[in-house]
């Protein structure tokens, strides 16, 4: 009704509106949407292009935070080769989280960030606990502020298992690989038997098939791919489209419940 041309949203906001479109039958390539930008939760490069290909648009990413004056702290350019960092406004470092010390350009750690122009509540060295990376080298757009790598996840968000760090990120990496999965997906953790167990519950998209010879044929190849990638053998589920709950807000990917147990 609004004719809307540009969109700033969660990735997976993005790609439940592409879904819905799809369900109403409507060519997203119809809709007068010319611009999104996605930001403020951790996903893939094949997440960003999954997006593209069912909104029919680019999808810029970006990075903000209710601390730091909200969205629009860093965004990307028409390269979609890394967010610039309003260096103006901002002092940028990146940290080993464990330490707390400087890590060298390129090399991903915790983004640490200092407000240069806030004159009530000024934040100094204020830890956001994204991971993240500075990258290197000039940008081909010709500005010359920083730009930072696409958020890998969260300090905060990590999880081990079986002695193993693992961030959900990983586990999105593979999964979107597969165009007879869906984009929601849920990770469990549990202890059976005294021993941790990862369950990946993921649900099959309209590109899926009913025959049970081929759902467990792919369920075999995730499972190999999810290993590879985490060196984690976990029980996957597949599940029918929408049997997963939708988050109103950003996703909730991780249910912890071994401290239950």
Same mark, same amino acid.
């Given at each position: 009704?609004?004719?809307?041309?540009?969109?700033?949203?969660? /990735?997976?906001?993005?790609?439940?509106?592409?879904?819905?479109?799809?369900?109403?039958?409507?060519?997203?390539?119809?809709?007068?949407?010319?611009?999104?930008?996605?930001?403020?939760?951790?996903? *893939? !490069?094949?997440?960003?292009?999954?997006?593209?290909?069912?909104?029919?648009?680019?999808?810029?990413?970006?990075?903000?935070?209710?601390?730091?004056?909200?969205?629009?702290?860093?965004?990307?350019?028409?390269?979609?080769?890394?967010?610039?960092?309003?260096?103006? =406004?901002?002092?940028?470092?990146?940290?080993?989280?464990?330490?707390?010390?400087?890590?060298?350009?390129?090399?991903?750690?915790?983004?640490?960030?200092?407000?240069?122009?806030?004159?009530?509540?000024?934040?100094?060295?204020?830890?956001?606990? !994204?991971?993240?990376?500075?990258? /290197?080298?000039?940008? /081909? =757009?010709?500005? *010359?502020?920083?730009?930072? !790598?696409?958020?890998?996840?969260?300090?905060?968000?990590?999880?081990?298992?079986?002695?193993?760090?693992?961030?959900?990120?990983?586990?999105?990496?593979?999964?979107?690989?597969? /165009?007879?999965?869906?984009?929601?997906?849920?990770? *469990?953790?549990?202890?059976?038997?005294?021993?941790?167990?990862?369950?990946?519950?993921?649900?099959?998209? !309209?590109?899926?098939?009913?025959?049970?010879?081929?759902?467990?044929?792919?369920?075999?190849?995730?499972?190999?791919?999810?290993?590879?990638?985490?060196?984690?053998?976990?029980?996957?589920?597949?599940?029918?489209?929408?049997?997963?709950?939708?988050?109103?807000?950003?996703?909730?990917?991780?249910?912890?419940?071994?401290?239950?147990?």
């Amino acid at each position: 009704d609004f004719k809307t041309t540009a969109l700033h949203a969660i /990735p997976s906001y993005a790609i439940r509106l592409a879904e819905v479109i799809q369900e109403e039958g409507i060519d997203p390539t119809s809709t007068s949407l010319k611009t999104l930008v996605i930001g403020a939760e951790p996903h *893939t !490069d094949e997440q960003r292009k999954k997006i593209e290909r069912m909104l029919g648009v680019k999808a810029y990413n970006s990075f903000g935070m209710t601390e730091m004056n909200g969205p629009g702290v860093a965004f990307e350019c028409q390269e979609q080769n890394g967010m610039h960092f309003w260096e103006d =406004c901002y002092l940028v470092e990146i940290i080993d989280p464990e330490t707390g010390e400087p890590v060298p350009d390129g090399e991903i750690g915790e983004l640490v960030l200092t407000t240069l122009d806030r004159e009530m509540m000024p934040l100094i060295r204020y830890r956001t606990r !994204d991971l993240t990376r500075i990258l /290197p080298g000039e940008c /081909p =757009c010709g500005r *010359t502020h920083l730009r930072i !790598d696409r958020i890998k996840g969260r300090s905060d968000d990590m999880f081990i298992i079986k002695g193993v760090n693992i961030f959900p990120m990983q586990v999105e990496k593979v999964l979107v690989q597969f /165009p007879q999965l869906g984009s929601n997906y849920l990770i *469990t953790l549990e202890t059976v038997n005294n021993q941790d167990e990862m369950i990946v519950e993921v649900e099959l998209s !309209d590109l899926s098939t009913d025959n049970y010879i081929e759902l467990e044929k792919v369920r075999k190849d995730i499972t190999r791919q999810l290993k590879d990638e985490i060196l984690v053998t976990p029980r996957l589920k597949l599940v029918k489209k929408g049997s997963l709950p939708q988050s109103e807000g950003k996703a909730v990917r991780v249910k912890d419940l071994r401290q239950n147990q």
